[in-house]
């Protein structure tokens, strides 16, 4: 495979555009003029731009007015920057929500190991990935952090699909070489970083620049890689600055005894990662729930980001909530994850919401010191604080001149239905109305919109099929 040719075309939008500058900056632009050049980048964007000034831009940016492709937005519509799943189970697709009333070692146990087990057939493998990556795309996510199985010919196929379909992706297979059952274990710590560097050759191999799929390490957590395995890990880490990495990290009251067991001489999971070599600016902590005062300032001084999530960790097992609040306060970076299939939905905007609820439990148990996520904060991790987990904020996350652009065209009015959005499911709707200021229209879509208001998804300037 190639990576998906690169447009030969400009495209230019003229309407509104929404994007987060950071987590407490929403900027909504009106006349919006955006040009994205042919290399799929944002070549210009300029607000407050009357209609007629739009050829003068034109032939400013080194274009012919005549032959200028520009796409007019109406009133309901606006454009969005693609949504971020940093944290997601590509083998569970097929499982998505199943065994909520068990504990999290339990539900490996019983759920998904057997299920991840299917996956050392390539076909099978193909079937469901296609599926999985597809839906990921209809609901607008342009960039996915994935674990596969612990397969790496599997893993493999995951890759080769995420660069067919032309989404953003980091793809890593699972390391997991003891306490799971023998029917689901790599035979030795040596086998497990074979098979890791053979997928990292092989990304390398089909997307030779990292323009769209990138290999990350993914030590499935510290219960499933012996000590040989980590620092086999760690060294792999250490030879190779492009790599990222990806862990489960302080996700549950089982799993962290039971870490605590295996490795009795580190004072909490940031001390052991951080010892194997695997905390740095590239990697990313799915949950992080019950971290130790001490062990946020490491992961803040290490650089590492944090997957947000809330729709697993508030009904897999017990009802938990990540100090998100906390996090931001310290400006740890933050993004949000859909933990499919621990996680029911693919989609980053139920994430979102979900990420709402928690976030106001949370205000109330601490009796208002850590205040719930605002609609804006909610936006930002979906977007951009999504791409600063997984180090691609340079490139995309939101709408700067320079940047990729990995978009969402979103319409809220559809003129044959008369004023109308799309709200979750069951043809129910929610009405835009005449006096709907596009504030409101915006929150509207984000608190009750779904996949049918994601008319177009484009990732490095080209629209992809949905
Ligand atoms: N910890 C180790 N493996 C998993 C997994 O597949 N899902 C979740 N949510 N946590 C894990
Ligand atoms: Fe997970």
């Not at 909530?321 to 980053?348: H, Q, W």
């Not at 559809?414 to 069951?426: T, V, W």
């Amino acid at each position: 495979q190639t990576v998906p040719p690169m447009r030969g075309l400009p495209i230019a939008f003229y309407g509104t555009v929404i994007h987060s500058l950071d987590a407490n900056t929403l900027e909504i632009l009106q006349e919006c003029f955006l040009i994205v050049d042919d290399n799929g980048k944002i070549q210009k964007i300029a607000k407050d731009t009357p209609r007629s000034k739009i050829n003068d831009l034109v032939v400013e940016s080194g274009y012919t007015p005549d032959v200028f492709p520009v796409k007019y937005l109406s009133r309901g519509d606006f454009l969005i920057p693609g949504f971020v799943d940093t944290h997601h189970h590509a083998p569970q697709w097929a499982q998505r929500g199943m065994g909520r009333d068990q504990t999290l070692l339990d539900w490996l146990n019983n759920v998904t190991f057997a299920h991840e087990r299917k996956f050392e057939d390539p076909a099978y493998a193909r079937r469901m990935y296609a599926a999985c990556v597809a839906a990921g795309i209809r609901q607008g996510v342009t960039t996915t952090a994935y674990y596969g199985s612990l397969h790496g010919e599997a893993t493999k196929v995951l890759a080769d699909i995420c660069l067919e379909q032309g989404q953003r992706a980091f793809v890593g297979k699972c390391n997991m070489n003891r306490n799971s059952p023998d029917w689901y274990r790599e035979a030795s710590a040596q086998d497990s970083l074979k098979q890791t560097e053979d997928l990292i050759a092989h990304v390398r191999k089909i997307d030779a620049e990292g323009k769209r799929v990138k290999p990350v390490l993914t030590p499935r957590f510290a219960i499933t890689c012996d000590e040989e395995l980590l620092s086999g890990l760690g060294r792999i880490a250490a030879n190779d600055p492009d790599i990222h990495i990806q862990t489960h990290f302080n996700e549950a009251q089982d799993e962290m005894q039971f870490t605590r067991q295996l490795f009795p001489k580190f004072k909490h999971e940031a001390d052991l990662y951080d010892h194997f070599g695997l905390l740095g600016p590239k990697t990313i902590l799915a949950h992080s729930i019950f971290l130790e005062e001490d062990e946020i300032s490491h992961i803040k001084s290490k650089g590492c980001g944090i997957a947000h999530c809330p729709i697993s960790t508030s009904t897999l097992g017990e009802f938990m909530m990540a100090p998100i609040r906390e996090y931001l306060r310290r400006g740890i970076k933050v993004g949000l994850g859909t933990d499919v299939g621990g996680g029911f939905s693919c989609s980053i905007l139920d994430a979102m919401r979900q990420a709402f609820i928690i976030s106001k439990a949370r205000e109330t148990f601490s009796k208002g010191a850590d205040p719930a996520l605002k609609l804006h904060e909610g936006f930002f991790l979906a977007t951009l604080g999504g791409a600063q987990v997984c180090g691609i904020d340079e490139r995309v996350g939101n709408f700067v001149e320079g940047k990729e652009f990995d978009a969402l065209e979103i319409h809220t009015i559809d003129a044959e239905r008369n004023n109308e959005i799309g709200c979750g499911s069951l043809g129910i709707v929610t009405p835009i109305e005449d006096d709907d200021s596009v504030e409101t229209i915006f929150e509207k879509f984000l608190m009750t919109g779904d996949d049918r208001n994601i008319v177009k998804v484009y990732i490095g300037g080209s629209s992809l099929k949905r």
